[in-house]
């Protein structure tokens, strides 16, 4: 039989270009990575000594034995130690180096055996022989060979699909996909053994894994040239079970600010200089850009006082501009140690902490047990609040609003409560910036629209005075598509007058949401509902919007009058002072409703009535209520 070694040749080609692509481009320096580079060289190793010795197994008369033995021992042993090396790449990749390195020792027996097989075969003659005209021919033994790499294959199989979760749907595919490559030359070989097709399909496999786990443009930032938080991610997930390992955060805050102030293009030349100065002043350990200006450095091994010293080189380093000529910044700079498996004990919560908004406005030290308690109070609270919904038990309280001119109280504010029986009173104020983010705010919301149409059906606020009920609308709300048929709807199950509802929404939110926010305005003013503007003074104050929006009531922040009628006098105390008698007299001349927030004492009654507020409402009055303690205190102060 002759053998065909032209898929030999094209195999050692693309593994040549596959070994240079690792080895000259700017690669991942992780073990997985070394490892695959030497699973290019068995299998280098393979195609070469394939090549040459099945052209001396074609014309064994132009060779002499021993360099024909030569060739086929290489082959066998090569290839054999490919598949055991596969099986530790495999290993690598879910993370398993250190812990399972008995495993590694384990699974080196069965190739140990075909070893030990292969070397004794001059004198047993079992695995491979040749006939009288010098061709090879397998022997009695030769199965085990092929029994060894195939239990190796499975084996990978069994691992790759056992931890698929662990190495993403795109490398168990990859792996997979390596597998079953290989098993496709054994069955078209069976047929055409002339065929040398093996490790051609396995160098397919090889490049397979190349382009989707060994690519550098998977592992590397394209901004700076160093590795990305992918690249962490697959570090990370190996340190997680070593949890003997440092992660310093290097965070620079506000990267868009910069990027909208010099351009993407300069902010990317400066963000290259901060890299390559990390890079080089943190090695040995690596230096990862996350994005968004947020470094990480992970150490695997390394003294407390390297840490400090790290962080005091950090820290001097920003003290002065990066770039050069007009583009010269000095940027603030925050700094952080995470303890890994002490501080985070997941993958997740370290990339919480990595990207964290800068906190604080100067150069500074990340607080990490601070950030990760937030992290983890944010957490339960997402969860009291699912239990909440899911339980129906949040529950609207009602806050009574004091009419100047009629003198009396003509109105009330809902106020949502969420009351655990286990962690008790939750703030709306933690609570529904937790709600808009992961969009629980919608069912809340209308939880809460609900509740309020269902008591003034009831007939009882009408009758007690109550001319309408403020009801908070989130922007989030206000993004909805369906809010306008959804609160029509609910208003039509209750046979209630959307006059009997006043909207409020906050500042803050207008000012980042403005047009969505105008549209949403119009098109609920066309069912008869009227708005009110919540927390005047405290957002992004910007008074241009606000002509145009059809709001009729300003609600003056509680936090404004707190400081103009605060005790403690001072200069502070008597700007505040100036602004809030200037803003209500400016609201007034623009022909708004005005309502004062937080009023607590006679005091700040007196005064606000004196500037002519249209409605007050605080504590003096009332705290937010249940519905059958509002209607008690309506009725008490009716008489
Ligand atoms: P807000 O809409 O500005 O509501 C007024 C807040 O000020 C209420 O806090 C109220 O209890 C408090 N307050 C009123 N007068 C006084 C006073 O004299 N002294 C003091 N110390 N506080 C006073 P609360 O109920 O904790 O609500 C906080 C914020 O949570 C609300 O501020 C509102 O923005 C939000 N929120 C509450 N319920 C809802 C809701 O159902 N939907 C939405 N989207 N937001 C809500
Ligand atoms: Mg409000
Ligand atoms: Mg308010």
Known sequence: MIYHIEYDIAAVFITLFMAYYIIFKKGVRRHANRVYLSMLVFNFLAEISDIFGSL???????????????????????????????????????????????????LAIPV???????????????????????????????????????????????????????????????????????FIPVVVQIIFPQYLLTLFFETLGLMGILFTIESKEDTVSPTTGILNRYALQ??????????SCYLLLVKIPNLN????????????????????????????????????????????????????????KTMERFERAWGKGEFSLVFPVQFGVVNIGEDVKTVENA???????????????????????????????????????????????????????????????????????????????????????????????????????????????????????????????????????????????????????NLEITESATAENQKVLFDTIEILEDSGFTFSLDDYGTG?????????MPFSIIKIDKSILWKAMDPETGEGQRNAMIYLENTIRMLKDMNYAVLVEGVETVEQKRFLESLGCDYLQGFYFSKPVPKDGFMDYLKKSAK
């Open 56 to 106: 001396a197994n074609n014309q064994p008369e132009y060779t002499t034995r021993y360099i024909q033995d030569f060739w086929n021992y290489l082959y066998l042993s090569s290839h054999n130690v490919l598949a055991y090396v596969f099986v530790i790449y495999v290993f690598y990749l879910i993370g398993y180096e250190k812990t399972k390195r008995t495993a590694l020792v384990l």
């Open 112 to 182: 140990g055996i075909d070893m030990l097989l292969l070397f004794s075969n001059p004198f047993h003659r079992q695995i491979f022989y040749y006939d009288e005209q010098g061709h090879y021919l397998h022997g009695k033994l030769f199965f085990i060979i092929y029994a060894v790499a195939l239990s190796y294959m499975i084996y990978a199989i069994y691992m790759t699909i056992r931890h698929r979760k662990g190495i993403s749907k795109k490398r168990a595919s990859a792996l997979l996909f390596f597998l079953m490559i290989t």
């Open 234 to 243: 697959a570090a990370l997930d190996r340190n997680m079970i070593n949890k």
């Open 257 to 312: 600010y910069y990027n909208k102030m010099i351009g993407f293009e300069n902010m990317n030349g400066i963000l290259r200089r901060i890299s390559k100065w990390m890079d080089e002043t943190y090695a040995p350990h690596t230096c990862y850009d996350c994005g968004r200006g947020h470094f990480a450095v992970l150490c695997e091994q390394i003294a407390k006082t390297d840490i400090q010293v790290i962080r005091s």
């Open 351 to 501: 990339f919480m902490l990595i990207d964290r908004p800068f906190e604080g406005k100067s150069s500074s030290d990340l607080n990490v047990s601070k950030a990760v308690h937030d992290y983890e109070r944010g957490v339960l609270i997402e969860r009291l609040i699912d239990k909440a919904l899911h339980n129906k038990s949040f529950k609207v309280y009602y806050q009574p609003i004091w009419s100047t001119e009629a003198g009396r109280i003509n109105s009330a504010e809902a106020l949502c409560r969420l009351i655990d029986d286990e962690y008790g009173m939750i703030s709306p104020d933690e609570f529904i910036p937790i709600a808009e983010r992961n969009g629980t705010i919608l069912n809340i919301g209308q939880f809460v629209f609900e509740e309020v149409c269902r008591f003034y059906s009831e007939g009882h606020l009408r009758s007690l005075g109550i001319d309408y009920v403020e009801v908070n609308l989130s922007v989030v709300q206000c993004m909805a598509k369906n809010l306008k048929e959804l609160f029509d709807g609910i208003l039509e199950t209750y046979s209630v007058s959307a006059e009997c509802i």
């Open 540 to 548: 992004y104050s910007n008074i241009t919007y606000m002509y145009d």
